[in-house]
C-alpha cells in the first residue's frame, strides 16, 4: 500500500477564504515532512517543511502542523489567492536519507473560486 | 540561477522506439534525482546520484530504462525500447545533498518532459 495519503483528491474554495489540505503518513519511523506545490505544466516547487520534533511551522501566508500521534500532516493556506490553485503534495522521508528517502503522495487539486 | 533545465518539454513517439531525456542540475548541486508522475501512480522516484554516481536505482521499472550522470551538470535517462506504459512526465530534481541537515531535503524540479509513447 501507498505510505502517504491525501484525504481529499480536490479540495475548492472562494478567494479569500482559509484552505486547509490533509496528509496521512503510516511510516512512524518518518521524521521529515515536506509540502509542494505543482502548476499546471510546471513541476513540483517546495513550500515549507516541518521535522518531526516539532508540531506547527509557519511561513508566509502558510502553516504546517504534524500530529504524531496519528500520523497526520496538514497545510493551511491562509486567504487564498487564485496564484495558489495547484496540486500541493505531502511527502515525507527520515534522517539521513536525505532527499532520496522522500516518499510523495499523490496530491490534492486546489481550486480557488472568485 | 536557470533552475534545473530539462530537455525535451514534450516527446512524442512511436512504441519501440529509443527515448533520451536530458537534464542539467542547479550549478553546485551534488545530488540529481529522476522522477516520474503519472495519475495512478503519482510521483515515483527512479534513480538518484551523488556526486555523479549512482545510488538507488530500485525504482527504475525495467532493463529498458537506464540513466546515466557523466559529469556534475548533465545527466540522461534512456528508455529502449519505448513501450506506451512509458508514457508520463518525467522530472529531474537537484539538491545540495542527501542528508537532512539545513533545507538539504529540499528538491529543486526542472519543468519535467511530458513523454508520449504511441
Known amino acids: 500500500g501507498e505510505s502517504v495519503g491525501l484525504h481529499l483528491p480536490t479540495l475548492s474554495v472562494q478567494e479569500g477564504d482559509n484552505s486547509i489540505i490533509n496528509c496521512a503518513y503510516s511510516?512512524?519511523?518518518?521524521?521529515?515532512f515536506i509540502w509542494y506545490k505543482q502548476e499546471s505544466g510546471k513541476g513540483p516547487q517546495f513550500i515549507i517543511d516541518?521535522?518531526?520534533?516539532?508540531d506547527k511551522r509557519q511561513g508566509q501566508r502558510v502553516t504546517v502542523l504534524l500530529n504524531k500521534t496519528v500520523k497526520h500532516l496538514s497545510l493551511q493556506i491562509a486567504a487564498t489567492q487564485p496564484g495558489d490553485s495547484a496540486v500541493y503534495f505531502c511527502?515525507?522521508?527520515?534522517?539521513?536519507?536525505?532527499?532520496?528517502?522522500?516518499?510523495f503522495g499523490k496530491g490534492t487539486h486546489l481550486i480557488i473560486q472568485p | 540561477d536557470a533552475g534545473v533545465i530539462q530537455s525535451p518539454r514534450h516527446e512524442v513517439t512511436e512504441m519501440g522506439q529509443e527515448v533520451t531525456l536530458r537534464c542539467k542540475p542547479i550549478?553546485?548541486?551534488?545530488?540529481l534525482f529522476w522522477y516520474r508522475q503519472t495519475m495512478m501512480r503519482g510521483l515515483e522516484l527512479l534513480i538518484y546520484f551523488n556526486n555523479n554516481v549512482p545510488i538507488d536505482d530500485s525504482g527504475m521499472p525495467e532493463d529498458r530504462f537506464s540513466a546515466k550522470m557523466p559529469n556534475a551538470s548533465f545527466s540522461t535517462l534512456k528508455i529502449q525500447p519505448s513501450e506506451p506504459r512509458d508514457s508520463a512526465v518525467y522530472f529531474c530534481?537537484?539538491?545540495?545533498?542527501?542528508?537532512?541537515?539545513?533545507?538539504?531535503?529540499?528538491?529543486?524540479f526542472g519543468e519535467g518532459s511530458r513523454l508520449t509513447v504511441l
Open positions: 511527502a515525507e522521508g527520515r534522517s539521513g536519507g536525505g532527499a532520496d528517502g522522500l516518499t
Open positions: 511510516n512512524s519511523a518518518s521524521d521529515y
Open positions: 550549478s553546485g548541486h551534488n545530488s
Open positions: 516541518i521535522r518531526s520534533n516539532m
Open positions: 530534481a537537484s539538491s545540495t545533498g542527501t542528508t537532512l541537515a539545513g533545507g538539504a531535503g529540499e528538491l529543486f
